[in-house]
């Protein structure tokens, strides 16, 4: 396949798009709640996670279609997360990416609603998938489920929340983000690359490299908070340390934390080689982690 | 099998709460998550949805124990749906079953990501269990999350704060308690038969003997919520009048709601004639509905 990662992106979140749209406006559901559902799904996000379980069956030379639902189904999640994470009683933001938060949208009944209503559909979408077979989807739909649960993702919002206005060390941090935003990175490689068939040292590579990927993206974040002009990365520059958030540049200076990302970027790529798969997409998105400007 | 209605009850309460909390005691996650989610879980249900599941494989001749990851599941996710329904924004309960609500407790935060968590681990049972085979377990995940999310449950609950303070009749009445509280008693009713093997036809009387199942258990719950004492249901009596909620007797008188309850038990005990199995246990929960105190 030789398809520049420029078209890749814009194939794929293209079809994405698509996909997310029709897959809530179908429901029968009251409008206001799909409503709430499509507007935070359509803020403009990289599709980041999306495009990695994409790149990551391409890895295989396996077509990336097929991993469809489980892409749907992993925005969905995200975007799950996010809007429960703005809540009033969470981080209590007002602006995503630019744009009203969605409990400033809908109000915040409706919000939790509608961030409930993503995550189970979620669910659903990969099991009702009519390429996938059943043997594959309860491992996807397992792992998903660990990776955005009480062992993951749930678990690293908890230890944020109790974590803020506390003075934390680089390992504190580190375990944050590996559950907060790190597992369900994770999970978007590996759902690539059950899906494409992939064995158990394949997994483990990937795994590895996907961990890696996901502190790396966590570092430049914490970077961009910093350094990023407003318009660009669509929340007020400096958010973070304005409530004395524990972040990478506050523990290691801006210095430190481009060392750290880096080496992250390294390990993946690394990584990557010792996979000796069809992995230059995959590649040239660890690339853009250090280089993105939001 | 001949075991008494209460005895069946008494030993299936017992497998499910110790399964409930095994399964989150193990978890690695922040122990006041853990607590969270345990809190709310003893909080002292009926456990009306698992034991119907049980029931209902049990009208097959077949282990009720098969169901255990899925009855375990399914009262999560009916958790979840109490600790989301009491927030502020939401119903703004502080009592639940004589309690402080999880969020009282708790916080919102926490309460938030408790249903979250809740709702997230309740499918990663059903993908992990040992018993069931992948076919069933798809089969159950999808019907699961259907009557869950955003065309089930959650839209009850959007119709039913968007119905607040407002008159309705009784076609809107009953299509939000179809959706908030008749889709996940069907699921249990209907997860039991997929479990034990039940055929379409089964499928489709079962399907209906839970639909008047449930709005039987709703009617019954706002006749309750009048003429109940407060010690035996737990929370203040006419809570739900109070904030001029539309209920089954207000629009119906007690009487009309009384004989709206009669017609759908009769249903359902009509049906279960029909399914002609083993269901003198369904026959039993279905006559406590009528009867019951709290």
Not at 23 to 42: C, F, G, R
Not at 102 to 114: K, Q, S, T
Not at 119 to 128: E, N, P, S, W
Request: aromatic share 6%; with cysteine.
């Amino acid at each position: 396949m030789t398809i520049s990662m420029e078209e890749f992106s814009n194939r794929y979140k293209t079809l994405l798009d698509r996909s997310l749209l029709s897959a809530i406006s179908k429901l029968e559901a009251p409008d206001v709640l799909k409503e709430a559902m499509i507007y935070s799904l359509k803020a403009g996000g990289k599709r980041i996670r999306p495009l990695l379980l994409f790149s990551t069956i391409t890895a295989f030379e396996k077509d990336p279609e097929r991993g469809l639902a489980a892409a749907v189904s992993l925005e969905m999640i995200h975007t799950y997360s996010l809007v429960h994470d703005d809540l009033p009683s969470m981080d209590d933001d007002d602006l995503r990416r630019g744009k009203p938060t969605n409990h400033m949208v809908f109000g915040e009944a409706i919000a939790i609603l509608a961030g409930d209503g993503l995550l189970t559909h979620g669910f659903q979408l990969i099991a009702d998938d009519n390429h996938l077979s059943d043997q594959i989807k309860v491992k996807i739909i397992s792992l998903l489920a660990k990776c955005a649960g009480p062992e993951g993702m749930v678990s690293g919002q908890i230890l944020d929340i109790q974590g803020e206005n506390k003075k934390m060390d680089i390992v504190e941090l580190e375990y944050i983000h590996r559950h907060k935003t790190g597992k369900l990175l994770s999970f978007s490689v590996l759902a690539g690359a059950i899906i494409a068939g992939a064995n158990d040292k394949q997994l483990a590579l990937f795994e590895k490299f996907s961990q890696h990927l996901g502190l790396a993206f966590q570092i430049s974040d914490d970077i961009l908070d910093i350094e990023g002009s407003e318009q660009v990365i669509g929340k007020p520059v400096g958010s973070d340390t304005g409530k004395t958030k524990s972040t990478y540049p506050a523990i290691l200076t801006i210095q430190g934390a481009r060392e750290h990302l880096s080496y992250h970027i390294e390990e993946a790529k690394n990584t990557l080689k010792e996979i000796d798969l069809h992995t230059s997409i995959l590649e040239k998105m660890t690339d853009l982690i250090e280089t993105r400007d939001h």
